[in-house]
């Protein structure tokens, strides 16, 4: 069974195990909150979202600041895309350090391809029409040139063999038979130039085989070392560098004594490479404003990614070190359940943090939002194409908030995962996919936004690179 087979009984089986499951159940405090000040007294939180009129009740209070700051999910997506410019300076890197990397300029044929007449089977190479004496010696691939051929004469030739001068075709060694005399025989009829794969085939030198900002695939890296290629020109992979935050965490051992185990260490850095950085460093700093001003400041990476500390707690030191640096804010808090809390902050240099909550699958969801499309934009990679799929059942949504609900991938469907909490790494772990959950839910049936993990897509292995 494959891996998404594997997911897909597994979230069938979490489904049926769960379906009476409280919706509240998936919420966390402040969306619940949320709901029940939504149903009790409608909140004119959002411009874009008159109050209701209540002319029997006062008018609510106002919501606290953060609200109005938050930018819609779309609208930081797109600030998060333009924040960055794809750098200039390109790398020349060995076809083995290329794999997932953006050509920075075309790929151009260094030579024919092929750059000889070569046979495209294991037979005989003949010359004009049979029946042909046989010449004792054969043609290997990687020989050198072989004697012409006369008329009424064929040689044995091995697939990838240069073809000899004068050749009609190359008669495959399960269509030909030889008599008692030793003479070659045709058992089918033949063409002029069969099974002969002719210099140039596929291109000629100098042809321009791939544009810039094709991604580096297996099969580009195959064509590049066909056509001559060493090295490649490419765009760098941007330089992250991850900040863990929070005293609370533990490394390894189970959770004691109110400390937790560190989920987001482990997960970051190879989700960060799969969407095509390279991580140069994580950094356990702890709840010390000290240690992450100098951690910040210090940093010579594109993009800092930090964990926790974007509230406005006593030890949530985020904000204060850019204040303190005088970084500018380009998304402070996002319309998006789990993760409302993300940021976005431009730290001069043309370099930039994402601030994610702390919480595991929050801090997915700030990933998804804020660093994939900055890493995407700063490795000069193609978006992908959007598309949706019907969702299998109902998928619960905040008042005002996009919500990323994980899904297993059905093929025509999306079946909502439960154990979408924003502490909670269950569902994610066997999804393929977010689904974007517009404010106020989705019934089931209705189109929604797919998000592909990239391993869900590529492979496990495929994208870790």
Request: aromatic residues 2%; proline residues 10%.
């Amino acid at each position: 069974m494959s891996a998404r087979g594997l997911r897909q009984d597994r979230a069938a089986d979490d489904d049926r195990g769960t379906r009476d499951t409280r919706e509240a159940d998936d919420l966390d405090v402040e969306e619940v909150l949320a709901l029940v000040k939504d149903r009790d007294a409608p909140e004119p939180a959002h411009p874009e979202e008159p109050a209701a009129r209540t002319p029997d009740r006062a008018a609510p209070p106002a919501p606290p600041e953060h609200r109005h700051r938050a930018t819609p999910w779309p609208e930081a997506r797109t600030i998060a895309a333009r924040a960055a410019r794809a750098p200039r300076t390109h790398v020349s890197v060995t076809l083995d350090d290329a794999l997932g990397l953006v050509l920075a300029a075309p790929l151009t044929a260094l030579t024919d391809l092929p750059s000889f007449d070569t046979s495209a089977m294991d037979g005989w190479a003949v010359a004009g029409p049979g029946p042909w004496r046989v010449r004792d010696e054969g043609v290997l691939a990687g020989g050198a040139a072989p004697a012409p051929l006369a008329d009424g004469e064929a040689v044995g030739i091995a697939t990838g063999a240069r073809i000899p001068a004068d050749t009609t075709a190359v008669l495959r060694s399960e269509h030909g038979r030889t008599d008692d005399q030793g003479r070659l025989h045709p058992t089918r009829d033949m063409s002029h130039g069969q099974d002969i794969r002719s210099r140039g085939q596929e291109c000629r030198s100098g042809d321009r085989l791939l544009p810039a900002g094709a991604v580096v695939t297996p099969a580009v890296l195959g064509l590049a070392a066909a056509a001559g290629y060493d090295t490649l020109a490419a765009v760098p992979r941007p330089r992250v560098e991850v900040l863990v935050l929070g005293d609370e965490l533990l490394t390894e051992g189970r959770p004691h004594d109110g400390l937790i185990r560190d989920a987001l260490g482990p997960m970051l850095p190879p989700w960060l490479r799969a969407l095509g950085a390279e991580v140069v460093a994580v950094r356990r700093l702890g709840d010390d404003a000290e240690a992450l001003h100098r951690a910040v400041t210090a940093s010579t990476a594109d993009l800092l990614v930090t964990t926790g500390g974007t509230a406005s707690g006593p030890v949530d030191h985020v904000h204060p070190t850019l204040r303190r640096i005088g970084a500018e804010l380009l998304v402070d808090g996002v319309k998006v359940r789990p993760g409302h809390p993300m940021l976005l902050a431009r730290i001069g240099d043309g370099r930039h943090l994402v601030g994610l909550p702390g919480n595991p699958l929050a801090a997915v969801s700030g990933l998804l939002t804020l660093a994939e499309p900055l890493l995407r934009t700063l490795a000069d990679r193609p978006a992908p194409e959007p598309y949706t799929l019907p969702l299998r059942d109902a998928a619960h949504g905040h008042p005002h908030d996009t919500r990323l609900v994980p899904v297993a991938l059905g093929g025509d469907h999306a079946v909502p995962l439960h154990y979408n909490g924003p502490a909670m790494l269950r569902g994610i772990a066997a999804a393929d996919a977010l689904a974007v959950v517009p404010p106020g839910g989705a019934r089931a049936g209705q189109e929604a936004e797919i998000l592909d993990l990239p391993w869900a897509t590529a492979g496990v292995d495929a994208c870790f690179t």
